[in-house]
């Protein structure tokens, strides 16, 4: 086909050249190339054997059919808009049939808050009646009287027009009648999928307008024993005279005196029983398989050193925890409240009971490498009680660490590092990034960076439910490191991520007094918070 023929048909046929307007106000596409003038083109006829020529002809045809296509697609969507504007304008003008027809039921009526309050003592007959569900007369035969909606139970009339028109009024909700027709409803807290390892046990209640929850996570709770402990579980600080002194005493003093089985590690029984064959009864474990059932044989943790032996503790139970009694032998005391000095008294009241004892979230850490192909194939999750470290490690370049909370982004991390902490770690590398200290029962994770080279970067505290993913993206420089409570330090290269969530076993510790009066008194004795000398009384005053 000749160019200039192509010219003369398309120009001989207005359709083409004009450019309709669509029913929308945009210019429609289908417009500038009808059917028409494509069934002319295909009718020509074609001058020689090119296949350039038979395969644009086969074009044209496909090009059709597409247009016939979205053309009939436009037609049958505009249909149906006309059809659901229809019914909506019935339905409207249904409603406000029935809205005008319950109004002027109700109009004759007693008004609800007239009868609950003024007007009692004019009108009794009338508000019992209403209040019973036993007044005889209607306010009118086609309506519905006060009585039909206020009733939690059948009408009495059998009129089925009565009875449509009392769901349609308690369907609108009027104003007047809130106050007895108000549903009550519960809220739970949910977890993502069936298979969270978040577990939720808050339940929130909503009635008569008051949202209330029936627990708080941050109430003290105490522990009191329904059978006598059995088993206690002996761990000390490594490399100390002083606390293997100890040691030897609390074990002596619990065997004789309380008639407890023993659990110790196993340096510390070689060490018991070179010093003496009397510690021939303590029991030990031979491998890490032992250690996994320790939480089903001991009933008492005692620990004897610092914040470090309760971090060692943790580490040891990979799932639910005994309740542990740190007494403070160490350099760091946030969760080491007993003083091994009166070690009789402290266990006499703990083994009698009730005790109050503060539960110590951790996080579960997943290490997702790049290779893995799903969210499901991670390495051995890591429980940590203080918390999880992302930094550069020996490398001079500043970390580049993307952040997302439950697949929302948070933001992308320049500078030294990132901290996830709990509020147990709060007081501890956390606090040293500029992160505020918390209260150990309150649940949350925080968002720490260090060091980061921007200004408006400030620490954040985040709700106990999320789940975080830290990222190593493709472009970063260099890969970065991980540490979950100081040690097992793991390299994350481009396209690795982390994802930290509340583990379900908290680490319960005993209280001298209780958590708050605890972790007061280990700031003040440990960091020695807002110490400042007290200003003289004899200065100058105010006239």
Same mark, same amino acid.
């Given at each position: ?29 289908? &417009? ?100 019973? !569900? ?38 609108? %909700? ?144 990979? !799932? ?7 007494? &403070? ?96 770690? %709060? ?8 992160? &505020? ?18 200004? %408006? ?87």
């Amino acid at each position: 086909m000749a160019p200039h023929k192509l010219n003369s048909n398309s120009s001989g046929n207005s359709s083409v050249s004009a450019c309709s307007q669509a029913d929308n106000g945009f210019i429609s596409s289908f &417009s500038l190339f009808p059917e028409k003038a494509v069934q002319e083109l295909l009718q020509s006829p074609v001058q020689g054997s090119d296949d350039h020529l038979i395969e644009f002809s086969e074009s044209l045809r496909t090009v059709a059919k597409a247009l016939r296509k979205v053309a009939e697609g436009k037609a049958s969507a505009q249909a149906e808009a006309a059809e659901w504007k229809r019914k909506y304008e019935l339905e409207r003008t249904r409603n406000l049939q029935f809205e005008d027809r319950g109004k002027s039921c109700l109009e004759p009526c007693a008004d609800l808050d007239d009868l609950k309050t003024n007007n009692i003592a004019k009108q009794p007959t009338l508000y019992n009646n209403v209040a019973n !569900g036993l007044s005889e007369e209607c306010c009118s035969s086609n309506g519905i009287c006060s009585h039909e909606v206020l009733r939690d139970g059948k009408p009495d009339s059998d009129s089925k027009m009565v009875r449509k028109y009392c769901r349609v009024l308690r369907n609108l %909700s009027y104003q007047k009648l809130t106050h007895t027709l108000m549903a009550s409803f519960k809220l739970q807290w949910c977890c993502k999928g069936e298979k969270s390892d978040q577990h939720k046990h808050d339940i929130v209640s909503f009635e008569r307008g008051n949202i209330t929850t029936a627990e708080r996570s941050s109430k003290q709770i105490s522990l009191t024993w329904e059978s006598s402990p059995q088993t206690v579980l002996i761990l000390t600080k490594p490399n100390s005279i002083s606390v293997q002194i100890l040691c030897a005493e609390m074990v002596r003093w619990l065997r004789q005196h309380k008639k407890l089985q023993i659990y110790v590690e196993p340096r510390v029984k070689v060490d018991l029983l070179a010093e003496s064959s009397y510690f021939n009864f303590i029991e030990t474990w031979s491998d890490d398989k032992e250690i996994l059932k320790l939480h089903t044989k001991v009933d008492l943790v005692i620990t004897l050193g610092g914040d470090g032996t309760v971090l060692w503790t943790a580490s040891m139970f990979k !799932g639910p925890v005994p309740p542990i009694v740190p007494f &403070s032998l160490g350099s760091l005391g946030f969760m080491t409240p007993f003083y091994s000095e009166n070690y009789k008294e402290c266990l006499e009241s703990i083994l009698k009971g009730p005790i109050s004892i503060t539960l110590r979230h951790r996080l579960l850490c997943h290490v997702i490498r790049d290779a893995a192909k799903d969210e499901l194939e991670t390495e051995e999750p890591i429980l940590v009680l203080n918390e999880v470290t992302i930094d550069r490690g020996i490398s001079s370049y500043l970390t580049n660490l993307e952040c997302y909370c439950d697949n929302s982004f948070v933001t992308c991390v320049q500078g030294d590092g990132l901290i996830l902490s709990t509020t147990s770690g %709060s007081t501890a590398y956390s606090l040293a990034a500029g992160g &505020s200290m918390v209260h150990p029962q309150v649940p949350g994770i925080l968002f720490t960076p260090i060091c980061p080279h921007s200004l %408006s970067f400030r620490p954040l505290i985040l709700p106990e439910h999320v789940t975080l993913r830290v990222q190593v993206p493709f472009n970063s420089r260099s890969p970065a490191w991980a540490s979950f409570d100081g040690k097992d330090r793991k390299q994350l290269a481009p396209g690795d991520a982390l994802v930290c969530s509340m583990a379900p076993w908290p680490v319960p510790t005993a209280c001298l007094v209780d958590s708050t009066n605890d972790f007061l008194r280990s700031i003040h004795e440990g960091l020695h918070w807002n110490l400042r000398k007290t200003q003289s009384f004899d200065g100058p005053r105010e006239s």
